[in-house]
């Protein structure tokens, strides 16, 4: 097995989608509704499309149809996905590496907010979103591990970070569950936790309350107006804007689905996870570079009476592996996550769990007395810097909410507000611009008009 990280995000198919919601009224630029509300399988036009219906594609159409965007998702079971499998972790101080200083600032940014975003969801949808400010606990259990920990507490305090190293004693009175041989930890009060599956099911609500059309079938490829053999192909935003690749004259036009659905847009938004760099259509000059990364996940039932089992997240590193648990008010223990390159696979293997339920055990021994009620796996969408791609492409009309790897739910509320800037003619915020789509040797980024 490798070693293990956070929980994953985007996989292409869930585990145990929710059920599929009713579609929502269809915009005045689209045609006219099927049975049921659901878009007919016809052209429709719109000024946003976002292709892929996960938890980010979902808070990128829910914030763009706020700022009065007509806005579609195609996606063939929104707000299902990876938030079927992940944890839900706020942890942006637990989770600092090395080198990623700028992510660091982003993830901070995202914390800060979170506490607003949630609560606007909640008064958006009227449901609850499982946000939990419980704080967070790094525990070593050996020397090696305390050296290294230690290091990190340095790292976070040169950083200016809140985290306050405790001894084994005290780490055990915070919570008595741990093992006797934990040497110490990082108490860390700012790092928090949500539930992705609440998380989805709110933004899909919010989506429809919004008057988000649903589209429910998979972006097979985009569409490209302009260039060779591609007159006519006009969208609802009007006339090309600046030149695309290599000078050509294309824009990104919306997307065909799987269905036969042809859907015309402005903007384009490409959100599709570990599956973004598959879409057919999109020049390889644009392409994200994003990659999948396996994270096997388990669910297992905490004791219902007594003294809470866990009341915070806790995490350490056991023989090399990172290993976390995740405690819900509604009982349930999320045990995970491995990090395996293994292409597309989402298999669960005998060894993935029992090597997390071996590490966990070590780190809390009455754990394997709880019920296992959950398995599953899914694929986190990795980047070469493992950092997200948000914004303008060099081809007008694209943009790219993906590659969110470890953390796609905590960048949650940034990356609506950064693309909902952008989709109405702004710029990425200031935080966001070193995660701009185009870093990675792409061409220029093109500033283009876009339709409100």
């Not at 989770?95 to 600032?105: P, R, V």
């Not at 591990?145 to 009175?173: I, K, T």
């Not at 999948?292 to 388990?298: N, T």
Request: proline share 10%; with cysteine.
């Amino acid at each position: 097995m490798q070693p293990r990280d956070t929980p994953p995000t985007q996989p292409p198919t869930p585990a145990a989608p929710p059920p599929a919601p009713p579609a929502a009224p269809q915009p005045a630029a689209a045609p006219a509704a099927g049975p049921a509300g659901a878009p007919r399988k016809a052209d429709a036009a719109y000024d946003v499309l976002v292709v892929g219906g996960g938890v980010i594609g979902l808070v990128t159409a829910w914030q763009a149809a706020r700022r009065g965007l007509a806005t579609a998702v195609a996606d063939p079971a929104p707000g299902g996905g990876a938030a079927q499998v992940a944890a839900g972790m706020l942890a942006a101080v637990t989770e600092l590496h090395y080198g990623e200083e700028a992510l660091l600032a982003l993830n901070l940014a995202a914390a800060e907010r979170y506490p607003a975003f949630a609560a606007e969801l909640a008064e958006a949808s009227g449901q609850d979103i499982g946000y939990r400010r419980c704080g967070a606990l790094s525990v070593a259990l050996d020397a090696d591990d305390r050296a290294q920990l230690r290091e990190l507490h340095a790292f976070q305090q040169r950083l200016g970070l809140s985290a306050e190293w405790l001894g084994g004693s005290e780490c055990r009175r915070l919570e008595p569950m741990l093992a006797p041989g934990v040497r110490g930890g990082l108490r860390i009060d700012g790092d928090h936790q949500t539930d992705p599956r609440l998380l989805t099911a709110a933004l899909v609500t919010a989506c429809e309350r919004a008057g988000v059309a649903f589209h429910r079938s998979l972006a097979v490829r985009l569409r490209v107006a302009g260039g060779p053999g591609a007159a006519g192909s006009s969208g609802p935003a009007g006339p090309a804007g600046p030149a695309g690749p290599a000078g050509t004259d294309e824009r990104a036009a919306g997307a065909e689905l799987a269905d036969g659905t042809r859907i015309a847009a402005g903007q384009t938004v490409l959100a599709a996870g570990s599956l973004s760099g598959r879409l057919a259509g999109v020049p390889d000059a644009v392409r994200p570079p994003v990659r999948p990364v396996k994270g096997q996940v388990l669910r297992l039932r905490m004791p219902d009476a007594g003294t809470p089992f866990l009341s915070r997240t806790v995490r350490a590193v056991v023989r090399g592996s990172s290993v976390y648990l995740v405690p819900r008010e509604s009982g349930e223990l999320v045990v995970g996550a491995t990090s395996e390159e293994l292409g597309w696979d989402t298999t669960v293997t005998a060894g993935g769990v029992y090597e997390l339920l071996r590490d966990a055990h070590e780190l809390l021994p009455g754990l394997t007395e709880l019920p296992l009620v959950e398995t599953g796996a899914g694929l986190r969408p990795g980047t070469p810097d493992n950092a997200p791609l948000l914004g303008p492409t060099a081809l007008p009309g694209l943009h790219l909410a993906t590659g969110h790897y470890r953390n796609g739910v905590l960048l949650t509320p940034v990356t609506g507000d950064a693309l909902a800037a952008v989709l109405t003619g702004g710029e990425l915020p200031d935080v966001a611009r070193p995660f701009a789509a185009t870093r990675f040797g792409r061409t220029h980024q093109h500033r283009e008009g876009r339709h409100a």
